[in-house]
């Protein structure tokens, strides 16, 4: 052909290793023959970092078990991992270009536009406990991260959300506070005090009941 365009990567003395990009046309004779290349290289040495780190970063969001969702500042989602699909039930398919209140229940649909305003001011949130939906019906309770997300020239153009799923911790502590309620009517009913010391801090607990006694 007449034009050409390839990259390659070379050591260099000083720097490591480069990239560049060269493209060019191969000049002919009056005759149609090949006489020479003339050709322009360029440096694209931070370009090939910028996407190495880039395809890191998003095989990590993709193999996390966290569920890690974008969306513009429209509220619609972009991007959805497979940490999302298996919080939320549903397929990255599915929602991206949905708006993010799909996920929200009904009682709670104030909460984005007020996380919105956060976003667009430039703040970040950090560890937001709240519910929401799944394709099933079922709502979930979650902690969410979420943090501005912005473009080459610093504007935010949108948001990402961590969402972790928090039911077994908040299971587990409303079974934990029913168990000490029951355990304090249990021996409030009985008028039996517990009490508890270490002796290394020499720190001593005593139970409501246990003062009364």
Not at 29 to 58: C, W
Not at 80 to 97: D, T
Not at 102 to 110: G, T, V
Request: a negative charge; glycine letters at 8%; proline letters at 3%.
């Amino acid at each position: 052909g007449t034009e050409f365009s390839f990259e390659y990567r070379f050591p260099h003395p000083i720097s490591g290793e480069r990239w560049l990009a060269a493209t060019g046309r191969v000049v002919r004779d009056a005759e149609g023959r090949p006489t020479r290349l003339i050709g322009v290289n360029s440096d694209m040495t931070e370009r090939k970092h910028f996407e190495s780190a880039r395809a890191q970063l998003a095989a990590i969001v993709e193999s996390s078990d966290d569920a890690i969702v974008s969306m513009d500042l429209a509220g619609f989602i972009t991007s959805w991992n497979r940490g999302a699909e298996r919080l939320y039930g549903y397929q990255a398919a599915e929602m991206i270009g949905c708006p993010v209140t799909a996920l929200i229940p009904d009682e709670r649909r104030e909460e984005n536009q007020g996380i919105l305003e956060r976003i667009m001011k430039g703040e970040s949130i950090d560890s937001y406990e709240t519910r929401r939906r799944r394709k099933d019906g079922g709502d979930i309770d979650v902690a969410l991260t979420i943090s501005p997300i912005k473009n080459d020239q610093g504007t935010i153009i949108g948001a990402s959300k961590i969402a972790r799923d928090i039911s077994v911790r908040l299971a587990a502590q409303e079974t934990l506070s029913r168990s000490e309620e029951q355990l304090r009517l249990a021996q409030s009913a009985a008028h039996v005090g517990i009490w508890d010391w270490d002796p290394h801090t020499n720190r001593l607990f005593w139970t409501a009941e246990m003062l009364k006694l």
